[in-house]
């Protein structure tokens, strides 16, 4: 019965106390009696993102490294859901999302995403978010969130470590060579700061050259250096 399949959410954090504050207490509402536990698997906060995750019955699991990879590994080998959902720390969940996913599921779709529209209202950054209602190419970045079986995702051996950068990408593109990766057809709330911070134009050319050198299999450390470099306010978890 799907009433019985619980989710594990799992969020990587570094300093993200101002958006733990608005993001744990929508996910223990949308989500209802769906959730078995929220992780937060933190890489050496000095902010408040420790207490507030405690505060807001949060699991904290303490990551040695600031890498998104390691930290979602780490924070999964405490979850005890049959269904993972990864959430960064800037987005803002769908309401009743947890049917969503566990509907999907029921129905053989192991793994998939939402659509997502900006916490903006500018124009290009709409054009983007309606880009995000196709599972093509760049589908399943993180900002789009992930939802994926616990058997898939320990098929797949969960995420390569040794991807610092563009993670996400690289799980996507394992798992639609063994399984099929769907788009929920609903928005999620993501946020524009790395926009503001740095200019539309500026963000989709690194997002270009970060995306090209991930196709032609440069080493993850260098793209992750070259993009930290092209973009400021840039997050590293």
Request: charged residues 25%; hydrophobic residues 40%.
């Amino acid at each position: 019965m799907t009433e019985d399949i619980k989710i594990s959410i799992i969020i990587p954090t570094l300093n993200e106390s101002k958006n733990l504050v608005e993001l744990l207490p929508m996910l223990w509402e949308y989500g209802g009696n769906s959730i078995q536990e929220i992780i937060v698997s933190d890489a050496g906060s000095t902010d408040a993102t420790i207490s507030i995750a405690k505060d807001f019955g949060a699991i904290l699991v303490h990551s040695k490294k600031k890498s998104r990879a390691h930290q979602i590994n780490f924070g999964i080998k405490e979850a005890k859901g049959a269904i993972f959902y990864i959430v960064h720390a800037d987005c803002r969940p769908a309401i009743n999302f947890s049917e969503d996913i566990i509907k999907n599921c029921f129905l053989g779709k192991e793994a998939g995403c939402y659509r997502y529209s900006f916490d903006s209202n500018n124009f290009l950054l709409k054009i983007n978010s309606w880009f995000t209602r196709f599972n093509g190419i760049f589908a399943g970045g993180g900002d789009q969130t992930l939802y994926i079986t616990r058997n898939l995702f320990e098929r797949l051996g969960g995420f390569d470590e040794k991807f610092t950068i563009m993670e996400d990408f690289d799980l996507t593109r394992r798992i639609k060579k063994i399984s099929d990766f769907h788009v929920i057809p609903k928005e999620i709330k993501v946020s524009a700061r790395k926009y503001e911070g740095n200019g539309w134009l500026k963000v989709q050319l690194a997002n270009l050259i970060a995306f090209t050198l991930f196709l032609l299999k440069i080493s993850p450390d260098s793209i992750k250096s070259l993009y930290c470099t092209l973009l400021k306010q840039q997050k590293t978890s």
